[in-house]
């Protein structure tokens, strides 16, 4: 993982804190919105790696998208278990 990788993912974070734009609001995003969040941050970083010549699997841009995509884990519960109506 390069610096360039890892500044990429701050500032995909930074630019999703809400005090950023109102010093009275919380530090970090709401966890409602950890998948939209978690999806930013990874996508800044795959491009950073794609531009960087880094990416192993996914040498353009389209390619980094599409394996992301392709990957992204969604949180899916049957009944009976916790996040799904069970106690």
Known sequence: ???TMI???LVALAERIP???DPDAALMPPLAEVQ???AAVA???ALAAVKEGLSRR????AEALAQLAAHH???TYGEGTVGHGAT
């Open 1 to 3: 993982v390069s610096d």
């Open 7 to 9: 500044e990429a993912g």
């Open 19 to 21: 005090a950023a734009m």
């Open 36 to 38: 939209q969040v978690s």
């Open 43 to 45: 996508e800044a970083v």
């Open 58 to 61: 996914a040498p353009s841009a």
């Open 73 to 75: 884990w969604y949180p």
